[in-house]
């Protein structure tokens, strides 16, 4: 019995490690100091090829096809920027080698979701293009944009995790949908993105317990009537610019607001249900793809 028993523990930690893959930061962490040592061009392409981009686990290598990213493109992105790579080299590392209970929180969500698909968790790093992204195999956490946010170690733990609830989310998303990420989805209208991405969060809360500091949930709760009463002559367009993935445009309040409003309609469907377990699955099942959303809506009975 009690060699069943360690056998058991054994198995159990090596399949909890299978979940998690990191090593790709170490790995350009390793390339970068040795570009560092040469002002040639060319042979600092040579070193990211053959110390990084050949040494790429499987998710970074999806990563690099869904960015179309090039040798040239790492190369480039150090030498223009070398004062904020050296800021986020200390907190990528603390990422992606912070001790999250991966376990517990898949447990935790096939609990309210029985047919849950478990992907591989990969911390990679890519050229500050995306914090997190998904497909149906991995969820993608690019540390070099995450480590942008200053945070202490307790605040970063929590701050991975939730990107990794949410993702986990959209990859539940994609096989409902019959999609491989949210670049195959089409057609849809903001409200749609709203709730997909809100929904995330929504559960990604009821996961964990609580949310970090978000700047468009504490902005989106002080300002919810104003900001409903905006967002509702937008929400059957096809125009998602002013209200979400618009970090880099939104000055005079957060980005993503559209992800406020997408988890505040969840909620109230939440709220009005008798079965909160049933609620949860539907809130995690809408199919975008056949706009069910719409009808969604409607009974969450938001604003209403």
């Known amino acids: 019995m009690k060699y069943s028993v360690i056998f058991l523990f054994l198995t159990t930690f090596v399949y909890a490690q299978k979940r998690v893959s990191n090593t790709d930061v170490s790995n350009f962490w390793k390339a970068y100091d040795l570009v560092q040592k040469s002002n040639d061009s060319l042979k600092q392409m040579e070193i990211i090829n053959t110390e990084y981009l050949e040494k790429a686990s499987p998710a970074l290598k999806t990563l690099i096809k869904m960015d179309t990213m090039k040798v040239s493109d790492y190369v480039r992105s150090i030498n223009k920027m070398p004062k ?24 935790s969500f096939k609990k309210i979701y029985p047919s849950f698909h478990s992907p591989q968790i990969s911390f990679v790093i890519g050229t500050f293009n995306r914090g997190g992204t998904t497909t149906r195999e991995f969820i993608l956490i690019g540390t070099e944009v995450v480590a942008l946010t200053s945070l202490s170690d307790s605040e970063l733990k929590l701050s991975t995790e939730y990107n990794i609830a949410h993702e986990l989310v959209h990859v539940q998303q994609d096989y409902i949908n019959g999609v491989n990420n949210e670049e195959e989805y089409h057609d849809l209208d903001l409200l749609g993105w709203a709730l997909m991405e809100g929904s995330c ?63 505040t309609i969840c909620k109230s469907y939440y709220d009005k249900a008798a079965d909160k377990k049933a609620a949860l699955k539907e809130i995690i099942n809408i199919n975008y793809s056949k706009k069910e959303h719409h009808t969604f809506f409607k009974k969450a009975g938001y604003m209403k």
């Not at 300002?223 to 970090?247: A, I, V």
């Open 84 to 107: 904020r790579w050296n800021k986020v080299r200390e907190q990528t590392l603390k990422i992606a080698q912070q001790d999250y209970d991966i376990e517990k929180l898949y447990t």
């Open 201 to 263: 969060d929504f559960i990604a809360e009821k996961l964990l317990g609580k949310l970090p500091h978000i700047e468009y949930m504490d902005y989106g709760r002080q300002h919810e009537e104003q900001l409903w009463s905006e967002f509702k002559k937008d929400m059957y367009r096809y125009d998602t610019d002013q209200w979400m993935y618009n970090g880099s445009s939104s000055k005079d309040k957060p980005a993503d607001l559209a992800y406020f409003i997408g988890y």
